[in-house]
C-alpha cells in the first residue's frame, strides 16, 4: 500500500513536471538602448507581438527599452553570456567585439538614401557580414532601418572650419573617429544612454544623431542648433545568442524567423515617417534651431570628411568599401 502511494505520488510529481514544463514559455530578452517610440522600439515591440501570436504563447518575448537592462558595452556582453537573448545594436557598435566590417556603414555620405541601403543590406554583402558574427556566438537575423544623421552642438555648424576643437559625443566606431579627427573635432566615445547628461552639463559639446533619436531623447532641449547634414547613417543588426536560436525546436525558430521577417519589413516601411515626424516636432518645439545646408556648403563637408576613406581602408580593408559602393549603385 505504502509503495504503492510512493508511486502514485512519484508518477504525479514527474506528470506534474512535465505539465508545467510544457507549459512554460520560452522567454526571449529583447534589450535595446532606444524609446519605444522610436523605429527600433516599436518594430521590437512588432516582433514581440508576432512571435507571441506565431508561437502560440510557447515564446514571451520581453522588450528592454532605453538602456533599463544594459547599456551599448554590456548589452552585447550581455548576449554573448546568454543573459539576454536578443539585442538591435547599431552598425557602429561591433568594434568591441573585434568586428570591424560593420564601419563600413559609418563612412559618411556612402548612402544615398534607405533604397541604396536596401541594395546593400539585402544583397549578397549583407549577408556577408551577418556570417562574421557567428564565431563570436552571435547569429545575425536581420537588418533594421533608423535614417540618417545630423550634426547638433551650441554652435551653428555650418562650415568645416566650425567644427574646429568641437567635443563630439561618437558611438564605438574608429571610422567615426576619424570622420570628426578629419574635421579638427575632439571625438569622444560614449554609451547612448548618457549622451543627454552629457550634452546638458558640457562634458561634450555635440553628437550626430537621426532626428527620432534626437527627439526622443530630449536632445534638441539641450542643443541650440542642428544642422541637417544627412552625412552618415544608423541602422540596426538584429542579432541573437547562436546557442539559445540553434538549440530552439526547429517549428519555434521557423515561427520566430517569421515574425522577424515581417517585424522587419515593418520596421523598413516605417523608419523614415518616424524620422519625418520627429524633425516636424523639434521645429514645433522651437527649442532647437535648425539649419540648412546650401549645396556649396554640403560640398564643403563632403570634402573635408574625403580622407575618411583612406582611413577607413586600413580598418575595414578597401576590396568591402569597393563591393559596398559597387552594391549600392
Ligand atoms: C547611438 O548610440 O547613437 C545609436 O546607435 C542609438 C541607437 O540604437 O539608435
Redesign the pocket.
Known amino acids: 500500500m505504502r509503495s504503492f502511494a510512493i508511486a502514485a505520488s512519484v508518477a504525479a510529481l514527474a506528470l506534474g513536471l512535465a505539465g508545467q514544463a510544457s507549459a512554460d514559455p520560452i522567454i526571449i530578452k529583447f534589450s535595446?538602448?532606444?524609446a519605444t517610440d522610436t523605429p527600433?522600439g516599436k518594430a521590437s515591440e512588432k516582433f514581440k507581438e508576432l512571435a507571441e501570436k506565431y508561437t502560440n504563447g510557447k515564446v514571451k518575448v520581453e522588450v528592454y527599452p532605453n538602456s533599463t537592462l544594459y547599456k551599448?558595452k554590456e548589452e552585447l556582453e550581455a548576449l554573448q553570456l546568454g543573459s539576454v537573448q536578443m539585442l538591435a545594436?547599431?552598425n557602429?557598435?561591433f568594434g568591441p567585439l573585434g568586428i570591424r566590417e560593420f564601419e563600413v556603414f559609418d563612412l559618411p555620405y556612402i548612402l544615398p538614401d534607405l533604397k541604396t541601403l536596401r541594395k546593400v543590406t539585402e544583397g549578397p554583402l549583407g549577408a556577408k557580414l551577418l556570417k562574421l558574427l557567428e564565431p563570436k556566438g552571435i547569429t545575425g537575423l536581420a537588418y533594421w532601418d533608423?535614417g540618417f544623421k545630423q550634426m547638433s552642438a551650441n554652435k551653428k555648424l555650418i562650415a568645416p572650419a566650425d567644427y574646429q576643437g568641437v567635443k563630439f559625443r561618437i558611438?564605438s566606431s574608429r571610422v567615426l573617429q576619424a570622420q570628426f579627427k578629419a574635421l579638427g573635432s575632439l571625438p569622444q566615445v560614449m554609451a547612448?544612454g548618457e549622451?543627454y547628461q552629457a550634452l546638458q552639463t558640457g562634458v561634450v559639446d555635440g553628437q550626430e544623431?537621426t532626428w527620432s533619436?534626437i527627439y526622443t531623447q530630449k536632445m534638441h532641449e539641450v542643443q541650440k542648433y542642428i544642422t541637417e547634414t544627412n552625412h552618415g547613417y544608423?541602422g540596426?543588426v538584429v542579432i541573437v545568442n547562436k546557442k539559445f536560436w540553434d538549440d530552439l525546436p526547429a517549428d519555434i525558430r521557423d515561427q520566430l524567423a517569421k515574425a522577424m521577417k515581417e517585424a522587419t519589413d515593418f520596421n523598413n516601411a516605417q523608419s523614415q515617417k518616424e524620422n519625418d515626424d520627429a524633425l516636424a516636432e523639434i521645429k514645433k518645439s522651437g527649442k532647437s534651431e535648425i539649419i540648412k545646408l546650401t549645396s556649396e556648403q554640403d560640398e564643403a563637408m563632403r570634402k573635408a570628411m574625403e580622407p575618411v576613406y583612406k582611413d577607413a581602408a586600413s580598418r575595414v580593408g578597401q576590396p568591402l568599401i569597393d563591393e559596398f559602393q559597387k552594391e549600392a549603385k
Request: hydrophobic share 30%; glycine share 0%.
Open positions: 535595446h538602448v532606444v527600433k551599448d545594436p547599431s557602429s557598435k533608423n558611438q547612448f549622451v544623431n533619436n544608423i540596426y
